[in-house]
């Protein structure tokens, strides 16, 4: 149909793509082994925390026992390998795991506490619906020629950096000496591997490396130090399947129907917007990692699947999904951007949704080993997104609009936080997840900055460059 054509279209966003990296298997292809498949899709998974920490957010927020949080987070899980499938499947078929989301997760706890928790799954419902549309629409396509490299990178930049900020707090902890000692032995652990083990069974423990390291020092040497929380595992059941609407129905039949509500659906799509916004910039950053061209068919295809994993997230009682920067740094560090290896990651994710047990094993890793991992693969996001700005045309405008982005994207959300918190609340969830996420405020004085610098000025700027680089040649 050629209402739907864009979804296919091979136009790429930026007029030359850059070339960051080449991965060792590439967004098609399989490792050479079912376990060798194995190594790398779990390792992808002991990065991902987020769905075992934000659902507890929203549930304390709504009023959920211990024990409905903890059945929180296993649909949680559960659904994120569904809408990580569809992603990697009939989405934008990129390796990217999807899970939820931080925006997502601000945005539901306010709404849930001043409109209760039925209004506040009817909006997360009808804005998973809102999200779909606007992919299957195109309308993405419109930021093609307001999304260059330059912003691109400093958007990228930005993700790493934001992300590897919450890595150190994790490290650092209680700031106790115990932390420190695990966080050391996490960094030597993965550049011995990564440096001395490339030559050692084809490089399958290079590429391994954080799989290893977490569990050689998160597992076997904390636990021999008694930093595992074994009772945590055991608690937990072996089996639990998520049952369909257990936190209540569109309709009022059963007495739990989700109440529309405009104030609450306004709230909730700003957190679709947030993540929408955030998830440009993630592909983006795949697509420079993976070796791939950044095409207009992935914004689309990719938000349209975004709205249909959160559609049906909500239908097992979970939070809506987006894509997770993390996995981008793995494959940066690892250089293995196969999807098949991230499709078998959510078939994993489902098993640890599904079997409790299992997952608690990975909750139960002391923070700080996860947080030095963090740190590497952040580091490596931060280095993508480098090489991206100095793929750009080297311009005044550029130069001014990569530092200018930077510098706010940073500086803002640290100001208004520990300085004007008693008036941000006051404003409205989209301006406040503008002013407090890094990524979607650089996002957004990245897109406003290019129109202004490379579209209004676009001219007076260029004629002033040449009119230099005549005087310097006439001297």
Partial sequence: MKLFSHLKSDESVWEKNPQISKPELGIDEKPNTWWETLLYAWQHTLVDTSPFVLPLVVGTAIGFTPVQNATFISFNLFATAIATLLQTSIGNRLPLVQGTSAVHTGTMASVGRMFGAGAMWGAVFVGAIVQMIVGLTGILGLLKKYFPISVAGAVVINIGVSLGLISITWVIGDGSSMNFYLALLTFLSVFFLQVYCRKIANGILSRGSIFFSIILVGIVISGIMGQVDWSLVQSKAWFAFPPLFPWGTPWAGNGMGWPIVGGAVLGI?????????????????????????????????????????????????????????QNIGVIATTKIASRFVVQVAAVILGLYGLIPKFGALIVAIPQPVIGAVFVIVCGSIVVSGIQLVGSAKQTTSNTTLVGTILIISFGTPVYVKNQMGEWLSTLSPFIQTVLTNEVVLAVVVGVALNIILNHIFKGKLEEDEMDAEMDEVHQ
Avoid: Q, W
């Avoid at 910039?281 to 420079?288: E, L, P, S």
């Avoid at 993976?290 to 709205?307: L, P, Q, T």
């Fill in 269 to 325: 799509m700003s957190g679709y917007l947030g993540s929408t916004v955030e998830s440009i910039g993630d592909y983006a950053a795949t697509c420079a990692v993976a070796g791939e061209d950044y095409k207009v068919s992935h914004m689309n295809r990719g938000i349209f699947s975004e709205g249909l994993g959160s559609a049906i997230a909500v239908v097992f009682g979970a939070m809506p999904k987006t894509s997770y920067t």
